[in-house]
């Protein structure tokens, strides 16, 4: 990561902390397609980020956009900035033009989709061909977050080349940065709560008990935060990383939102309390785009195809770090 | 230095979109960029190939229930024969009998030797943590004597740091040194030093001033040849018949003065130095991993998908611990000491190792009716004798946490 990177990270990262407010959360949860938000990310060209220079981005690769979606996830941003900036690429590689200003979605099949009912084209999945296509309509908003349980689809907008699978993994590998965006704010929730919150005369960061959950709360919080990068590491999303990022995503989701929920008491379930603003994305992700068994079994078959004697190799050659 | 993207900025920043009003900033102190993204380097990666060969031939026919013993297995010819590469004490300057290689060129040769198995135990300690305690704080003389001497294989070393009534509480130690004319004398008792019986030195951490209320003042770190007079090991027999673990009793012990490792009364600044040395490595996730290749080995290509999912969950919870791994190595390496990091790594890790044969055990068991394969019985009554242990070594569960909290600025 050069100091340009890092740059663009930070300008992000300011420009969300002044864009994304919990009242503006709270509207797009309530009903609002959130079209102003949309328009300032737009302004922002931070969407267009992976696209060439050329075509008015920054022709940033998937390890330079990992930190952004993970701003994403930690700012709770209420628009699919992260899968709009996904798709865009996705078409851009094969010279396909997005539609204009668009809010996108990767659409693999799901009982959940995120953002759903904000989304005006899905990337879906046609045999194996990746097809966007029109939103014609929106199931359920099970979550509360603007999800939809169902989509209708329209009309066919663009044909990409046949790639099975790949809207899925990049689904998968965009739940789970988001999420580990998410779990970071989480943690530090977490801990401000319980140095401020006093019970027995002391604060309940002060408890034994109470240090021990977030020990473990930190632990679960790192270790999906580490798989999420390395599913960003090199020039595509690899279905071994990225099995084991979203495996790692959900398995960490249950322990990190039971642990922050713990911490806060009932509170921190409230309406009013922005902690569940952050739960409830972190509980549609973990439903969405395939679960810790649905990735633990494609791992696992991955690993004993490898032909590798050893786990060991297995982890290095196929899910260590990979040079920048 | 190999180390990859800082990604700068994440948890930086306090939150702005929390529920701010009227609440105090917080700066998590703990996070991605604590384990930057860090790629061994070629110059490590070249040993890989060799130590591989080596492995093969040393370790030809030897009976998975056997490797599964991973870093407790002793085996003084074998460490000999890994010196004779030289592969003991890589870190250590040339000049010192050392490889003059890095950590990263450890990270890859430990990680093969584990991998498979390797009985590794006799150079282990010496290797892992004491020399490069007294490269670190050791005298010119001592290093001189005795480094070249770990890296031959000929000196091995056991770690004096429990005591009877010293376990998790280690800074509460009683094992005392008190100057006598030209040296130490040295009373009290250590417990659970591993292979204490078949070393020949201990680094020891005792109190040279002050009581035990006094806390890690005091505590000064001495280097113990077991063959003085006064000094008797005794072997512990654990529950498996297994005889690793010793009491060392220290009876008017007289030790020259040059025993004392480093200054005097900094015994408890060096230990933690040391710890982030023996808690950041891979010992902390593969030590049930001799186990699940056998597992998967006999999986085959057209498993049970139920058993497919169960090895990929295990896959996915090692393969991020392993990447924490090569990013402490790489702070390591940069001279930094990552405490809060290698103890959130090891209390994880050894949850993994723990959660291994448990897992396999299942899925064994979830077929009664088919016959299981001997050897992989035999490798998980094995390891499922001394799972529960894995989180006692080397810190506790309990305490580790409590260092993750502290890190967290919690106390």
Redo the contacts between chains.
């Keep these: 990561?050069t100091d340009e990177?890092?740059f663009l990270?930070?300008a992000f990262?300011r420009q969300l902390?002044g864009l994304?407010?919990?009242e503006g959360?709270r509207q797009i949860e309530a009903g609002d397609a959130g079209a102003g938000l949309w328009q300032e990310l737009e302004d922002s060209g931070f969407v267009n980020a992976m696209l060439p220079e050329e075509a008015g981005g920054a022709g940033i690769g998937l390890?330079q956009a990992?930190?952004l979606i993970?701003?994403a996830g930690e700012?709770?941003v209420p628009v699919p900035f992260a899968e709009t900036m996904i798709v865009r690429a996705m078409l851009s590689a094969q010279g396909l033009a997005a539609p204009d200003g668009a809010p996108l979605i990767l659409a693999a099949a799901s009982p959940t989709y995120p953002c759903g009912r904000l989304a005006r084209h899905a990337l879906v999945e046609r045999d194996g061909v990746p097809t966007l296509v029109a939103v014609a309509g929106s199931g359920d908003d099970v979550f509360g977050t603007a999800a939809a349980a169902t989509l209708a689809e329209g009309e066919v907008i663009a044909v990409l080349s046949p790639s099975p699978g790949a809207v899925m993994l990049a689904a998968a590998a965009v739940a789970s940065a988001l999420t580990?965006g998410a779990m970071?704010?989480v943690?530090?929730?977490s801990?401000?709560y319980?140095?401020?919150r006093q019970q027995f005369g002391r604060s309940l960061?002060?408890f034994?008990a109470?240090?021990?959950q977030?020990?473990?709360l930190?632990?679960q919080v790192?270790?999906?935060?580490?798989?999420a990068?390395?599913a960003f590491?090199g020039t595509a999303f690899d279905p071994v990383r990225v099995?084991?990022a979203k495996?790692?995503a959900n398995?960490a989701a249950t322990h990190v939102c039971n642990i922050a929920h713990a911490i806060h008491g009932a509170i921190g379930a409230t309406w009013e309390?922005?902690l569940q603003l952050y739960t409830r994305r972190i509980k549609q992700w973990q439903l969405a785009f395939g679960s810790?068994?649905?990735?633990?079994?494609?791992?696992?078959?991955?690993?004993?195809?490898s032909g590798h004697?050893?786990?060991?190799?297995?982890?290095?050659l196929q899910?260590?770090?990979?040079?920048? | 230095m190999h180390v990859g993207p800082i990604l700068l900025g994440y948890g930086r920043e306090t939150a702005r979109s929390g529920n701010t009003g009227n609440q105090k900033d917080v700066c998590v102190s703990l996070t991605l960029e604590n384990f930057p993204s860090a790629t061994i380097p070629p110059h490590a990666e070249a040993l890989r190939s060799e130590v591989k060969a080596f492995i093969a031939e040393q370790l030809e026919g030897v009976p998975a229930h056997v490797r599964a013993r991973s870093w407790s297995g002793f085996d003084a010819d074998f460490s000999r024969a890994l010196a004779a590469r030289g592969w003991v004490g890589v870190t250590l300057p040339r000049e010192y009998g050392g490889a003059g290689l890095d950590a990263f060129a450890r990270f890859v040769l430990v990680e093969e030797l584990l991998a498979a198995g390797a009985p590794v135990a006799a150079h282990w300690f010496g290797d892992r943590q004491s020399a490069p305690l007294l490269l670190h704080y050791g005298t010119e003389e001592q290093r001189r004597s005795i480094l070249p001497r770990i890296c031959k294989g000929e000196l091995f070393f056991c770690i004096g740091m429990s005591e009877p009534n010293s376990g998790s509480d280690l800074a509460s130690v009683r094992t005392r040194a008190e100057r006598v004319p030209g040296g130490w004398k040295l009373n009290g008792q250590k417990i659970w030093s591993t292979y204490a019986h078949k070393s020949h030195y201990m680094i020891a951490l005792v109190r040279t001033s002050g009581t035990s209320e006094d806390r890690q003042n005091g505590l000064s770190q001495f280097l113990v040849d077991l063959s003085l007079p006064g000094v008797t090991v005794r072997p512990i027999m654990i529950g498996t018949g297994d005889t690793d673990f010793n009491e060392v009793f220290f009876e008017d012990v007289i030790l020259p003065e040059d025993a004392l490792v480093g200054s005097e009364g900094n015994g408890w600044k060096q230990v933690n130095a040391e710890l982030a040395f023996e808690r950041s490595g891979p010992e902390r996730i593969y030590s049930s991993l001799v186990l699940l290749d056998l597992w998967a080995r006999l999986l085959g290509d057209n498993p049970d998908p139920e058993d497919a999912a169960r090895l990929g969950r295990l896959v996915a919870r090692l393969a991020p611990l392993r990447e924490m791994s090569v990013a402490m190595t790489a702070v390591l390496a940069a001279g930094g000491s990552p405490l809060t990091e290698a103890a959130l790594f090891k209390d994880m890790g050894t949850e993994i190792e723990q959660q291994i044969p448990a897992e396999i055990a299942d899925a064994v068991g979830r077929r009664p009716e088919l016959a299981a394969d001997p050897e992989l019985v035999r490798t998980l009554a094995y390891l499922m004798q001394l799972n529960h242990v894995f989180s006692l070594r080397g810190g506790t569960r309990e305490i580790l946490r409590g260092m993750i909290a502290r890190g967290l600025g919690l106390r």
């Design positions: 990561m990177d890092t990270t930070e990262r902390a994304v407010t919990p959360i390890a990992f930190p993970f701003a700012f709770c580990a970071a704010r943690l530090e929730m801990l401000r319980a140095s401020e960061g002060k034994q109470i240090q021990q977030l020990a473990v930190a632990e790192l270790s999906a935060q580490v798989a990068r390395s590491a099995a084991a495996c790692r398995e309390f922005d810790e068994s649905y990735w633990g079994g494609r791992l696992g078959m991955a690993r004993l195809a004697d050893l786990t060991s190799d297995f982890l290095r899910l260590g770090a990979k040079v920048a």
